[in-house]
């Protein structure tokens, strides 16, 4: 198993502002994962987060929006650029081998 | 990835009853996960299931890796209140880049 450290856990933040979220995994692992999940509904995928290279982005989910960095196989970065309300929500950090994937605790951001 | 159908959506139990949940695709996967989140927290990994037709317990959770691949369900036998939460499915598919795919969620609250 991999244990996954996030902060902020939380964080309450002006509209037009940029958060940045950090993911630190306690082992190498080959993939790491950002999702984004709305009050009561399950986990949506933005992006895998590429060692040393650009992030591979999902549908819906763009680089300006959400720079996301992995500078090395334990730590990644995941940025909320020029927030408006609309981004309030949980975000999450989640490392993955091929079997089995383990997710941070969360960072709940409110947008106000 | 695509949304797999998890059902029920939500459920009241009475403490001491057992619970069933299920997850169907429509598409062959390699891994099933079943994950509870409770609030403020991440997903934490319940049970991972590897082979078609397994089954495996942890505690009083029962999972089984359907025979077709394309379906799973977990169990909880004499359910009790720190129980309560939402528990996800989720599925690994080779030919998405090792992705996890999620099921809505299915909330469960126990009456005492």
């Known amino acids: 198993s991999a244990v996954i450290s996030q902060k902020p856990s939380r964080d309450i933040c002006q509209r037009g502002t940029s958060l940045t979220i950090q993911c630190q995994v306690d082992?190498?692992?080959?993939?790491m994962f950002w999702y984004r999940q709305q009050p009561g509904q399950s986990l949506t995928l933005i992006a895998t987060a590429n060692q040393g290279s650009e992030a591979t982005y999902e549908s819906g989910f763009v680089i300006d929006k959400f720079p996301i960095s992995r500078p090395n196989l334990t730590f990644s970065t995941l940025t909320v650029s020029n927030m408006s309300p609309e981004d309030s929500s949980i975000y999450l950090c989640s490392a993955s081998g091929n079997t089995e994937a383990f997710f941070g605790q969360g960072t709940r951001l409110t947008v106000v | 990835g695509q949304q797999l159908n998890q059902s029920p959506q939500s459920m009241f139990i009475q403490e001491g009853e057992d619970v069933s949940m299920n997850c169907t695709s429509s598409s062959i996967f390699n891994t099933w996960l079943w994950y509870k989140q409770d609030p403020g927290e991440g997903p934490v990994l319940l049970i991972a299931?590897?082979?078609?037709?397994e089954l495996t317990s942890n505690g009083r959770l029962t999972a089984q890796f359907g025979i077709t691949r394309k379906d799973s369900f977990l169990n909880i036998s004499a359910s009790i209140p720190s129980d309560v939460g939402i528990y996800f499915c989720a599925g690994f598919e080779r030919s998405n880049d090792y992705k996890l795919s999620f099921g809505a969620g299915t909330t469960v609250t126990v009456r005492a």
């Open positions: 299931l590897y082979k078609a037709g």
């Open positions: 082992s190498q692992v080959t993939m």
